[in-house]
């Protein structure tokens, strides 16, 4: 079937910008999960969503970073006020629960700030 | 809060050679350790995964074993080939997101 799906692929904004970076997960899955992989810091969790639960939003960098989760599938994730250390390759992922469940990855958007 | 620890950060052996990548956890909480393998400009993909309550798993060509009471698990790679030229990461978790070791580049030479 379908895997998590993520739009757009890449994204070049300018500095001091929004950004709205989308992510469709597998049909079913309740629990939906960003990361942010950059060169420095590797793979950094940021946000996740279990069904109609508040998010934990404890991996959030600063409050430049919200997300949203509409009707427990697609979810948007935006960066007000790009800053320059915001480039990196944002996931998303999705799995059946969230704990002992895998986490199933989109390919990602990359995102540049010029 | 969780903290993996994964090495080495590149690893290079001879085809048909084992690898074997090692992480260590903070977290005596954590109880699911996935393994993730990510090639060149896609996301990471789930190989293999081990929970608390067991000590080792094997699937074909891959295993991973888990020591709770150290706080390590390792990935091992048997026979490898050239498509198992990737970069590995190692995660831990409790219930909420994932915290990823820093990943390590495997190399196969023919």
């Known amino acids: 079937g379908a895997g998590v799906s993520q739009s757009p692929s890449n994204k070049v904004t300018e500095k001091g910008k929004d950004v709205e970076l989308r992510c469709d997960p597998i049909s079913g899955h309740t629990a939906l999960y960003w990361y942010r992989q950059s060169l420095g810091q590797g793979l950094e969790f940021l946000i996740y969503f279990q069904g109609n639960s508040a998010p934990d939003k404890s991996g959030l960098p600063s409050d430049r970073f919200s997300a949203e989760r509409t009707g427990g599938s697609v979810s948007t994730l935006t960066i007000q006020r790009t800053q320059q250390e915001d480039s990196a390759v944002y996931l998303c992922a999705s799995s059946v629960s969230p704990g002992l469940y895998e986490q199933y990855f989109g390919p990602g958007t990359r995102l540049t700030v010029t | ?110």
């Open chain 2, 1 to 110: 809060g969780e903290n993996v620890e994964q090495h080495p950060s590149t690893l290079s052996v001879q085809e048909g050679d084992s690898a074997v990548i090692k992480c260590t956890y903070s977290d005596s909480a954590s109880n699911y350790f996935p393994w993730y393998k990510q090639e060149l400009g896609k996301g990471p993909q789930l190989i293999i995964d081990i929970r608390s309550n067991v000590g080792e798993k094997k699937d074909q060509r891959i295993a991973v074993t888990l020591n709770k009471t150290a706080k390590h698990f390792s990935l091992h790679i048997t026979e490898t080939q050239p498509e198992d030229s990737a970069v590995y990461f190692c995660a831990a978790s409790i219930t909420d997101g994932l915290t990823f070791g820093k990943g390590t580049h495997l190399i196969i030479q023919p």
